[in-house]
């Protein structure tokens, strides 16, 4: 009697998943490590990149690039002609922060850079922007340090920018863009702050959204720009700080520090801001029109 054949198993049709998985877990991967690059700063970055340059070249996948210092044999900090005798002491490399002084534009002059070595040395992965703004906010709180105490301004950093911002009952009669005299005092305490340190000085008016008084201004706007034009008035009378770096301008309550739903929230959005900001990159902001 004939054996039967034993029935063959059924092909599995759902072979590809596992490709498939394999697929997504490698493109998970890959995202993982993109999105790590992306999160790491951009010194730790460059460090990497280099890095694996430096192995690719090494075990001869990619061919040095030409003038790389790296790629040549060098330490990839000396240039690669620099030599290294055993025993003499060699010279520390300059900090890029460490900019020379000489012929220096007052506009692009570091606050720090050269004056303060120690403050440049202490971030080393920083921008000379980021640096300006950490020495000059301290240069601002040590030299304004009785006028903040007394909350008569306050000074914020806000990314690359500096703001002295200095109420509205500082300085102005409620619904006036009088400065009151006993005030200008304070005004040119600042301007004198102001002419030592470089960039451009921007000066905004802020109102809440209660309407202006008719009989005097016709809106908030006007009153807005007649009292940053008021306060750039009084630091213009200081001789050291120069017209071409100075801007006025108002907005109205169109930049509310907080909802104008109680009397200390309209207070606080009745406002005077000086903003500093570093270079020729802020001049630029504003080009001059040519008729």
Request: charged share 20%; glycine share 6%; aromatic share 6%.
């Amino acid at each position: 009697m004939a054996k039967k054949k034993k029935a063959e198993s059924p092909e599995n049709h759902e072979r590809w998943l596992v490709s498939y998985a394999d697929f997504m877990t490698l493109l998970f991967a890959l995202f993982v490590v993109l999105y790590s690059f992306a999160m790491t700063k951009q010194s730790e970055t460059r460090v990497l990149i280099q890095g694996l340059i430096e192995s690719l070249g090494k075990i001869g996948l990619i061919s040095p690039p030409a003038g790389s210092p790296v790629m040549q044999g060098g330490t990839g900090i000396l240039e690669p002609d620099t030599k290294i005798t055993p025993g003499v002491p060699q010279e520390a490399p300059m900090l890029e922060t460490q900019a020379p002084t000489a012929a220096a534009d007052p506009f692009n002059e570091t606050i720090g850079a050269s004056k303060n070595p120690v403050a440049a040395e202490s971030w080393p992965h920083k921008s000379k922007e980021q640096e300006w703004v950490v020495v000059t906010k301290q240069k601002l709180d040590q030299q304004l340090k009785s006028q903040i105490e007394s909350k008569e301004l306050e000074v914020e950093q806000l990314g690359s920018q500096l703001v002295i911002r200095i109420g509205e009952k500082t300085l102005f009669p409620a619904d006036s863009a009088f400065l009151q005299p006993q005030f200008i005092p304070l005004v040119n305490k600042v301007s004198d702050v102001l002419a030592d340190i470089p960039g451009m000085v921007v000066v905004t008016g802020h109102t809440d959204n209660s309407l202006a008084p008719i009989e005097l201004y016709r809106n908030n706007w006007e009153l807005s720009v007649l009292r940053a034009a008021s306060i750039v008035h009084t630091l213009l009378t200081n001789p050291k700080i120069d017209a071409k770096r100075v801007v006025a301008q108002g907005v109205a309550d169109t930049q509310p520090r907080f909802a104008n739903d109680t009397l200390a929230h309209r207070q606080a959005n009745r406002r005077v801001e000086i903003t500093l900001s570093q270079g020729k990159a802020a001049e630029r902001a504003l080009p001059l029109l040519t008729p």
